[in-house]
């Protein structure tokens, strides 16, 4: 047996004779060496090709060993193609050899380590194998290694030896080819020349891998634009000059970095303070608040400071210019003309004469004039100029500074002369009075004529003139008063003929709630609204008949410019257009005005027509009448039922209405009151409770409150038909009976009407308000005209307003609610729904490896893109909606995010401070203005921003950075040991805990006229503020503190940064994001960010924050939600 298996050695395996043998001779090691008296048993018999000496290890199993390791190093990387293992002759103890042998492994690496081995064979059970073993083992390596083990617990199966396993191999053959790069029968040829380590398929020479820059099977094709490296999967910085590609080797821009990048591979931005190619170019130093200069361009993006100007903010103001921007001129005041300091406006040479204080804006105090004005006015001035003392004389007094006195003269400036009748012409200074004495004839203090009138004759005269006059007034008094007293009387009488006999209505349905208790009360006053004051009452508009131009069709790509163009010359074009569209009682409303049914019509001048109104079936003594009137669509189909707010009296017919007309979704668009008026009953019951009346019965499933709507389900049984239906009510709330909707916000509560309407299989959607027109109208026509948009691409609006009015009078009312209309259509077309169930967003998201160009600069990513398009969307404001920031413009952590007045949080008035903080008043997804988005209060307004805490009860505050690295925290953050005393507000420190991402502080903020007031402060050590964005990981957790601690306590939450949007936008979009995906299970985070940046429109402004929303919602679905994994 011993020479068969020396003539296999010497001959060789006849299947691998065309390849080299590459482990002959080569270094070989091993776990451990059984002992011998002459090192018998070493790890290099395995490779000397003598089969009658073996390598032998210590034996695994029962001993504390349970792992053997064998390898050989081939000296290089080499192309392999079979591994053989050869043993010699053990005549009867063949099995307990194979057994030993058996459940070995081979596996081939570039290193000794095995972490990074490619397993070349594994040895399975059954059967035990042959001990002449060889495998095919096509790949590349250096080191070949055999391992086995016996571990302890682990069942072997028969054969097996597990006690005294020694490991015995006699030689170990390794074939492939010995030259380097090379492959094919008798390796004649060359493996591609990308293939790493020069190595590749020793039979048909595709690589194993490639080298830096290359792929594809042959390694010939490089790697795509924007990639480099090993395997390709290196993104290049995207930083070349002139937008070149990167190295497809090496990631180094061959050409240079684009402005404001440097390193080998175009990676790091400039240090701060340089910019440009190379970073060479120093920044001017004059940034607003010291913040760096843009490292492409130099710019200072969020402005100067004060006193410079332009781009590079390296330029001084203007002469006669100071300030921020340089856009606040000088006085003009200063001494010899000079120019204001650029920087605060300060006059340092002093002012000219007249004016005082640093910017000589103020004139001199009364009486005062001159230089630092230091001269008092003459005592005889009646006015003093304030630059040179020039006057303007009491009377009496005359002369450059008042002081001659008149001389038979007298007024002002001495201009009047004195009586000539004056006895020696002399007369009082001030008011011409005689001194002493008229001369003859003379009368009056002023001696003005003569005495010739006979007294007799004069009296005598005018007695007829006197008495005359008398008899006329009387005359005319009366005649007043009679005009008076009739019109007075005939309207009386028109008053009572309009007064409504109320005993001849009754109700058609008593609705009663489960309870037994009635659930209408008919004596409370906030239910029976029947009879409001007249002043609630609509202006009902002059009847006209003119018609709108029906040509006036829109694309809906167009809407904005024709916004725009309409709203020039204070929304001329709105008010044109609305003013021709036909208005008033057009058509006859004879049924609605019988005295029977005007006690069911909410207001006066609002009826509905007889050709269109919805006749109820069930009542026959009242003829049926609701305040109701079908609606037509774009397309000529009754689609929609307008109808007024339900009065107490009214509750049954509305709910024989949704009956009869099949009705499953309800739109209301009103409160229950607004004001001190009552705009609508309460007609449905409350949740698992039920109205109740004749064959209708209506059951409140369940409701869902949003921040400025409510969805509402329930179940309508009709007796008489034996049928269920589920109607949907959508009540909008955020529309005031005065004024109009925000537009977006409108759009969004239309988008979830839309949804149910689509699965609806009712005939109508039912819309009303209060009065049933105005705002009722308004979102019919939004409905309808979205549509029409949709599928044809344009829209009509005055024609559709024409459509509406022919069936219900005055829908849509003023130019206001006509212009929000356009505006929610142009909200509607230009930023659609990107609202997806969760799981649907979470599979997106993984699919997106990338976000900028994913490396190919001619494309953009489709986060990319649909950020952009948030950017565009963004609504402008005008410099006046930045009133108060822009007057307390030193109050303000930076000048460019400046709060938008409607919705700025105005502090309570307090003597010695003003009432302006940067902070503006959000909403979350569930719950109206609940935020406040703000930022860091500077040293000098700490105390502000423990007044904003009080008067706003924030009773959660979050820092999005470590508190101690701002410079006020010191003024008003106590540590555990201090009591800090901020104007009239104590700070007590309560208790502290630290967590990986989120330290939470416990304060009470005590002060004398107020409560005290418990605190949770929160904020995050690891954002620090170099950091443009936090690791996702953060933004979840202190998001998930700031909810444990809400659902403990009432208040608001109060979110800083260092500008109040930078940060606090990702936070509110997550925020918001999470609380749609509890309550919905889906989520819009486009359309979240859009509604923010209604109140600041800084918010999210960058990609990079737009990508922590995408990444911290993918996380939470990953990680933290169960939705993630269902």
Not at 117 to 123: F, N, P
Not at 228 to 233: D, K, N, S
Not at 291 to 306: A, F, Y
Not at 867 to 888: I, M, N, P, T, W
Request: charge should be positive; aromatic fraction near 8%; proline fraction near 4%.
């Amino acid at each position: 047996m011993e020479l068969i298996n020396g003539i296999i050695f010497l001959t060789g395996i006849k299947f691998a004779t065309a390849y080299d043998d590459l482990s002959k001779n080569k270094e070989a090691t091993q776990s451990t060496t059984a002992p011998s008296p002459i090192d018998a048993y070493r790890a290099g018999n395995a490779v000397d090709r003598d089969i009658t000496t073996c390598m032998r290890t210590d034996a695994i199993g029962t001993s504390s060993d349970k792992t053997v390791w064998w390898r050989v190093d081939l000296g290089g990387v080499y192309n392999i193609y079979s591994v053989n293992i050869l043993f010699k002759y053990y005549d009867s103890f063949e099995n307990r050899q194979q057994g030993r042998f058996a459940g070995f492994s081979l596996s081939v690496s570039n290193t000794e380590s095995m972490d990074s081995s490619l397993l070349c064979y594994k040895d399975n059970y059954p059967p035990l194998p042959l001990l002449n073993f060889t495998t095919t083992c096509i790949t590349s390596g250096r080191y070949v290694t055999f391992y086995n083990e016996r571990l302890d617990g682990v069942a072997y199966p028969e054969g097996y030896e597990i006690a005294n396993v020694q490991t015995e191999l006699c030689e170990v053959i390794v074939k492939g080819c010995k030259t380097s790069g090379v492959f094919g029968y008798n390796c004649s040829k060359r493996c591609p020349p990308n293939c790493r380590d020069q190595v590749c398929h020793i039979q048909i020479g595709t690589c194993f891998g490639c080298s830096q820059g290359w792929n594809g099977t042959t390694c010939d094709t490089k790697c795509i634009d924007g990639r480099y490296g090993l395997y390709c999967e290196q993104q290049c910085s995207g930083h070349c000059k002139d937008n070149a590609v990167c190295n497809h080797v090496t990631g180094q821009c061959d050409g240079g970095c684009a402005p404001g990048w440097r390193g080998v591979l175009c990676n790091k931005v400039c240090k701060d303070g340089t910019y440009g190619n190379n970073c060479v170019h120093n920044c001017s130093g004059n940034c607003l608040n010291d913040s760096t200069c843009n490292k492409q361009t130099g710019h200072c993006d969020k402005g100067c400071k004060l006193g410079y100007t332009n781009a590079l903010c390296n330029e001084l103001c203007p002469s006669d210019f100071y300030g921020y921007m340089c856009k606040i001129p000088c006085s003009g005041n200063c001494l010899k003309k000079k120019s204001c300091d650029h920087i605060d406006g300060t006059c340092v040479g002093g002012c000219k004469a007249g004016y005082t204080g640093k910017l000589c804006t103020t004139s001199c105090a009364d009486r005062y004039y001159g230089m630092n004005c230091s001269n008092s006015c003459p005592i005889n001035c009646k006015t003093c100029k304030h630059t040179d003392g020039t006057c303007s004389c009491n009377p009496g007094w005359r002369g450059p500074n008042c002081s001659i006195a008149c001389n038979k003269s007298y007024g002002e400036d001495c201009k009047f002369p004195c009586s000539p009748h004056c006895i020696n012409q002399t007369c009082d200074p001030f008011n011409g009075t005689c001194l002493t004495s008229c001369e003859d004839n003379a009368y009056s203090d002023k001696c003005i004529a003569e005495r010739r009138i006979d007294p007799l004759v004069a009296v005598s005269n005018a007695t007829p003139v006197v008495v005359g006059g008398s008899l006329s007034a009387c005359i005319i008094l009366i005649v007043v008063v009679a005009v008076l007293v009739i019109r007075y009387k005939r309207k009386s009488s028109s008053m009572t003929k309009k007064t409504p006999n109320h005993s001849k209505v009754r109700q058609q349905m008593t609705m009663q709630s489960l309870q037994r208790k009635s659930y209408l009360n008919h004596n409370n006053p906030q239910n029976e609204d029947a009879d409001e004051p007249d002043d609630l009452t609509p202006t009902l508009p002059q009847r006209s008949k003119r018609g709108p131009p029906t040509n006036k069709n829109i694309p809906v790509r167009n809407i904005k410019a024709q916004i725009a163009n309409m709203s020039a010359k204070e929304n001329t074009g709105f008010k044109s257009e609305y003013n021709e569209i036909p208005r008033g009682e057009l058509h006859p409303c004879l049924e609605a005005k019988k005295s029977e049914n005007k006690v069911k019509n909410r207001y006066t001048t609002i009826y509905p027509y007889d050709h269109s109104r919805v006749v109820l079936g069930s009542t026959k003594e009242d003829g049926g009448y609701v305040n109701a009137n079908y609606i037509e669509d774009t397309k000529g189909q009754k689609t929609y039922i307008a109808t007024q707010g339900p009065k107490p009296k009214t509750i049954a017919d509305f709910w024989t209405l949704i009956s009869q007309e099949e009705v499953t979704v309800i739109v209301c668009l009103t409160n229950l009151k607004e004001g001190a008026k009552n705009k609508c009953a309460q007609y449905w019951p409350n949740v698992n409770d039920k109205l109740q009346g004749g064959n209708i019965t209506v059951r409140h499933l369940g409701e869902s409150t949003y921040a400025e709507y409510i969805i509402r389900r329930f179940k309508i049984h009709n007796k008489a038909k034996q049928q269920d239906c589920v109607v949907t009510m959508f009540h909008y709330t955020a529309w005031a009976d005065h004024g109009v909707a925000d537009p977006l916000s409108l759009v969004v509560f239309h988008r979830q009407v839309m949804k149910a309407t689509a699965k609806s299989t009712g005939k109508y959607t039912l819309v009303h308000c209060s009065a049933g027109v105005g705002r009722t109208g308004t979102y019919i026509a939004l409905d309808a005209l979205y549509r029409e948009g949709q599928n044809t691409g344009k829209i009509n609006v005055p024609l559709y307003a024409k459509t509406m009015r022919k069936d219900r009078m005055n829908m849509i009312q003023g130019e206001e609610q006509y212009k929000l209309l356009y505006l929610a259509l142009m909200e509607a077309f230009r930023g659609p729904s990107r609202c997806v169930p969760t799981q649907m967003f979470l599979s997106e998201y993984q699919q997106q490896d990338c976000y900028t160009n994913c490396g190919n600069a001619s494309k953009k990513s489709t986060l990319s893109s649909e950020f952009e398009e948030l950017l565009s969307l963004r609504k402008v404001f005008s410099q006046k909606d930045y009133e108060s920031g822009r007057a307390h413009i030193t109050a303000n952590y930076t000048q460019s995010v400046l709060p938008v007045e409607e919705y700025m949080c105005h502090l309570s008035y307090s003597k010695g401070h003003n009432t302006y903080y940067n902070a503006i008043l959000l909403q979350s997804f569930l719950e109206k203005d609940c935020l406040i988005s703000a930022q860091y209060p500077l040293p000098d307004y700490s105390e502000d921003l423990l007044r904003l805490v009080r008067d706003f009860d924030a009773r959660v505050v979050v820092f999005l950075c470590p508190i101690k690295d701002l410079a006020s925290s010191s003024v008003w953050f106590p540590t555990k040991t201090q009591v800090k005393f901020v104007g009239d507000i104590t700070v007590k420190h309560v208790s502290e805990a630290r967590g990986s991402h989120v330290t939470m502080t416990k304060l009470v903020l005590q002060s004398k006229e107020n409560s005290d007031i418990r605190i949770t402060v929160l904020e995050c050590p690891t954002w620090i503020e170099r950091q443009s964005t936090a690791d996702k990981r953060v933004l979840l957790d202190v998001i998930k503190e700031v909810k444990t601690e809400k659902t403990s306590q009432e208040g608001r939450i109060l979110v800083l940064s260092s500008d109040g949007a930078t940060r606090c936008g990702p936070f509110c979009v997550v925020y918001n994001a999470l609380e749609q995906i509890t309550v919905d299970r889906e989520v819009d985070i486009f359309t979240i960010a859009r509604q923010l940046q209604v109140r600041r429109p800084e918010f999210v402004s960058t990609l990079e924050e737009y990508q922590l929303c995408y990444d911290s919602i993918g996380e939470y679905l990953l990680n933290d939600c169960v939705y993630g994994n269902v």
